[in-house]
């Protein structure tokens, strides 16, 4: 979790190269819990205040991309409805499928931004500039991140990482103005 008073001085500096920012679906952008029902299909629950999130980072020109050890016909859905242009499914090696997205994106490690909650995010958490984790994600994975939220997954842990970097690059008040404007 960030200190009080605001994220440490290596926090922000990791913040400020941040361009791309990568996040593993159950367990992050929702609760973990998998609902399917008797005709076999699949739901989740997605929460709401992370799409803004994603709206504010995308309207600043950052990329977004999807890493998700399973693959769901709702989660490709879910990323067409916040823009999320990289959605990679079904991957048992995250670290390898990173490296493929940076090949892809043009991006550095440095730039990247990776959320995950389980074991099989360590490979990518440890291949990022800044590697964050929801705070009901697994022990190992919170001694491999630079920040743990405060939020648990599925209930807004997307939303306060965007919000973090954002601040930290002085490009929260731009992105959320036409909200908060106090002119009528």
Known sequence: MTKPGGPSADLEERCAAIELLAVDVDGVLTDGRIIV???GVESKH??????LGFALWHKLGKTSAI???RSAPVVERRAAELKIEHVVQGIADKGEALQALLAKTG???KQVCYVGDDLIDLPALRGVGLACCPADAVDEVKAAAHLTT???GGSG???EVVELILKAQGLWHDACGPYTSTTT
């Open 67 to 69: 890493l998700s050890g």
């Open 46 to 51: 997605f929460y709401v205040r992370d799409g």
């Open 107 to 109: 991006k550095t490690a």
């Open 150 to 152: 405060r939020a648990t």
């Open 37 to 39: 029902d008797d005709q």
């Open 157 to 159: 842990v997307a939303r």
